[in-house]
T-cell receptor, first 109, second 118 residues
Framework: KQEVTQIPAALSVPEGENLVLNCSFT??????LQWFRQDPGKGLTSLLL?????REQTSGRLNASLDKSSGRSTLYIAASQPGDSATYLC????????FGAGTTVTVRA | GAVVSQHPSWVICKSGTSVKIECRSL??????MFWYRQFPKQSLMLMAT?????????EQGVEKDKFLINHASLTLSTLTVTSAHPEDSSFYIC??????????????FGPGTRLTVT
């Protein structure tokens, strides 16, 4: 059974600071890994999808890395803004998506 | 593109009654739909996977007689919580994958349904 851990559980930073969100998973036999954003009481918005053959994926201020062999992924958010405040979930995909508990980010103006 | 809707967005029902939640893919054909449950401050847990026209596959520990899933068409799946109890109160989220223009395995998530059982 895939176990996903996200550290830290919560993070509060001033606007403009760079964010580093960590995700680890126990079973490295994955096809891909996704990072999602969830606003309070809302569904999920997909941010990035990294294939198992890729080392990283970028979209705007977001960059995600994947080290499949060690079971780790990191999401970097550059120059954070108050609008980035949300819970960020990582989800490796083997035969299904398995979610971590998320990192709740607060960006202070 | 690849929009998934859920209805209702929130529902309150009395203990012992049944409630149905709909999940629709609005602009693509969803060959597979997934139902997740999320308790406060916890992560999403997959409840079941359904393919159009087939019986749903339930995850271990999920009561198939309590959570009835129907995927009768390529754009609609329903989750019926039968004889609901307060412990069924949760946030239910569906997702869909299929012919959405991207990889067939990519899941697109609905906005969720908040169920409160009193």
């Amino acid at each position: 059974k895939q176990e996903v851990t996200q550290i830290p559980a919560a993070l509060s930073v001033p606007e403009g600071e760079n964010l580093v969100l960590n995700c680890s998973f126990t079973d490295s036999a994955i096809y891909n890994l996704q990072w999602f954003r969830q606003d309070p009481g809302k569904g999920l918005t997909s941010l990035l999808l990294i294939q198992s053959s890729q080392r990283e994926q970028t979209s705007g201020r977001l960059n995600a890395s994947l080290d499949k062999s060690s079971g780790r992924s990191t999401l970097y958010i550059a120059a954070s803004q108050p609008g980035d405040s949300a819970t960020y979930l990582c989800a490796p995909y083997d035969y299904k998506l398995s979610f971590g508990a998320g990192t709740t980010v607060t960006v202070r103006a | 593109g690849a929009v998934v809707s859920q209805h209702p967005s929130w529902v309150i029902c009395k203990s012992g009654t049944s409630v149905k939640i709909e999940c629709r893919s609005l602009d693509f054909q969803a060959t597979t739909m997934f139902w997740y449950r999320q308790f406060p401050k916890q992560s999403l847990m997959l409840m079941a996977t359904s393919n159009e026209g087939s019986k749903a596959t339930y995850e271990q520990g999920v009561e198939k007689d309590k959570f009835l899933i129907n995927h009768a068409s390529l754009t609609l799946s329903t989750l019926t919580v039968t004889s609901a109890h307060p412990e069924d109160s949760s946030f239910y989220i569906c997702s869909a994958s299929g012919l959405a223009g991207g990889p067939s395995y990519e899941q697109y998530f609905g906005p969720g349904t908040r169920l409160t059982v009193t």
